[in-house]
């Protein structure tokens, strides 16, 4: 990640493009418009907090972790069997990136100074803070993509 760049400048987008202020969302959001300022403050949020607020924006966010070049051959992995019997799909993605990397959860800890039962904690609760996801690409020489869709009216 560039230094300048943010790493919740993606939600910074989402607002401007669906011409809502931060203080509109927290209120769809049932917060105070400072407890949401303060995520903007320190450029961090629990990823559940980031997808809540997609969800208020009418859309879906994920993330992906890609190595830096771009791939010419599509990989595709069987994310069900990644994600566990229990349906905990948030950090599915993460499954994901460190199956294909042949990341282990202990090599995480050690590289982010971490212990390991926190970051199991992490697939347990099913959440991870957004800036452990930027040093996870980091450590890993990876690209964070996030990855956001506009839901589909039913």
Same mark, same amino acid.
């Given at each position: 990640?560039?230094? @300048?760049?943010?790493?919740?400048?993606? !939600? /910074? #987008? +989402?607002?401007?493009?669906? *011409?809502?202020?931060?203080?509109?969302?927290? %209120?769809?959001?049932?917060?105070?418009?400072?407890?949401?300022?303060?995520?903007?403050?320190?450029?961090?949020?629990?990823?559940?907090?980031?997808?809540?607020?997609?969800?208020?924006?009418?859309?879906?966010?994920?993330?992906?972790?890609?190595?830096?070049?771009?791939? @010419?051959?599509?990989?595709?992995?069987? !994310? /069900? #069997? +990644?994600?566990?019997?229990? *349906?905990?799909?948030?950090?599915?993605?993460? %499954?994901?990136?460190?199956?294909?990397?042949?990341?282990?959860?202990?090599?995480?800890?050690?590289?982010?100074?971490?212990?390991?039962?926190?970051?199991?904690?992490?697939?347990?609760?099913?959440?991870?803070?957004?800036?452990?996801?930027?040093?996870?690409?980091?450590?890993?020489?990876?690209?964070?993509?996030? !990855?956001?869709?506009?839901?589909?009216?039913?």
């Amino acid at each position: 990640m560039e230094k @300048t760049e943010k790493r919740l400048q993606f !939600i /910074e #987008s +989402l607002l401007a493009v669906k *011409g809502v202020s931060k203080r509109e969302l927290a %209120r769809r959001m049932g917060m105070s418009p400072q407890n949401l300022f303060i995520y903007f403050q320190r450029d961090d949020m629990r990823l559940s907090v980031a997808q809540a607020a997609a969800a208020e924006l009418g859309c879906d966010l994920t993330f992906a972790l890609e190595k830096e070049e771009a791939s @010419t051959s599509p990989l595709v992995l069987d !994310i /069900e #069997s +990644l994600v566990g019997q229990n *349906g905990l799909t948030r950090l599915a993605f993460l %499954r994901v990136a460190f199956s294909m990397y042949g990341i282990s959860r202990k090599d995480v800890a050690e590289k982010l100074g971490l212990n390991y039962t926190g970051v199991n904690r992490w697939f347990r609760v099913d959440d991870i803070a957004i800036n452990y996801i930027f040093k996870i690409a980091d450590c890993y020489g990876l690209k964070v993509r996030p !990855i956001i869709k506009t839901k589909q009216a039913s």
